[in-house]
């Protein structure tokens, strides 16, 4: 089935690449860089029913990513040399790499790219996710659909039988589960319902995905590398207490540092979107001490962003957009009008 959004956005960013927009409004647009999203780096092995291709890219697609950005003369900078960067009067154009959640194949598959090019990275670990307490919920339910007829979610009202007899099926019912997982379910009974439905289980016998306590501590002490916080348990701040939420922020950095030795100077919002991150999360941020944060609003960075720098916009590197052509209209500039309603600086 053809997705007409995405077929809508492809042709807009290759409309705006290819018509030489690109090129004539960087220089106005583009401001002084932006902040790179990953999340995966591998071949898309972890996506069945291809519900989550967005979350990875190929190591090719970043390689090519990385020399593309070296030969147009882009710096490759740290976060910490980002928020200077935002600061002083340079107007050569920067990116700060960043990739959420500690997915072992950052280590595995994406350290290497980076060391090939001298890339600066930044990794926002999530502990409970790092040390298997917490099941990422968007990957066991996909694979649950694509591996059963039916799915048999316990509700209130009794049990509720999802088909997943066929591929169109398996998609509908693993969309609609991950809405309800995120919109009727609180956040902190998210694992128990995973395991009422076996999801947890059937996720625990996957390859194990993410890195361990010990991967972490090796990866802090690389020169090219920062270790930055993304909560605990991966959860929806904007669901939670304000003190829940707070709680959640430096719980993690603490846990972080007694993991590396190091606290952690930089966050992200795990989601990152409007319904997840909002002006109450910034001010919490702040007041856990974090030097910068990020979501994932859509945006390149402006000099104006340096008095907002625990609402930092970023650009996704999408595993279902891997052509430069895409990223250099992303980095452009322009779509972050298109995409914010003719706003230049992105925060909230």
Known sequence: MIDARETARKLILGGVYWSGLAAVCAPLLSGKGAILMLHRVNRMEGSPLGLNSHLSIS???????LADLKARGVALISL????????????RSAVAITADDGWLDNLTNALPVFEAHDAPFTIYVAPGLT???VVPWWEAVEELAASRDAINLPTPQGVVS??????????ASARWLMNHLTQDVAEEDQQMLLKKIAAAAQHGLSPRRFMNRDEIRQLAGHHLATIGAHTVHHYNL??????????EMTASAAMVESQTGQR??????PYGYESAAGEREVALAAKAGFASAVTTRHGVLHAGHAQHPHALPRI??????????????L????????????RKLVTL
């Open 238 to 247: 904007k669901r939670l207490s304000e003190q829940a939420a707070l709680d």
């Open 331 to 342: 980095l452009s500039g322009l779509p972050t009008l298109l995409s914010n309603r003719g």
């Open 316 to 329: 996704s590197v999408n595993g279902n957009y891997q052509r430069l052509s895409y990223m250099r209209a």
């Open 131 to 133: 040390d298997g307490t």
């Open 162 to 171: 999802l088909d997943c007899s066929d591929e169109l099926s398996k998609k």
């Open 59 to 65: 190591p090719d697609f970043l390689d090519r990513l």
């Open 264 to 269: 952690p100077r930089h966050f992200a919002y």
């Open 80 to 91: 910490d040399e980002m928020l200077e960067h935002l600061a002083g009067r340079s107007s």
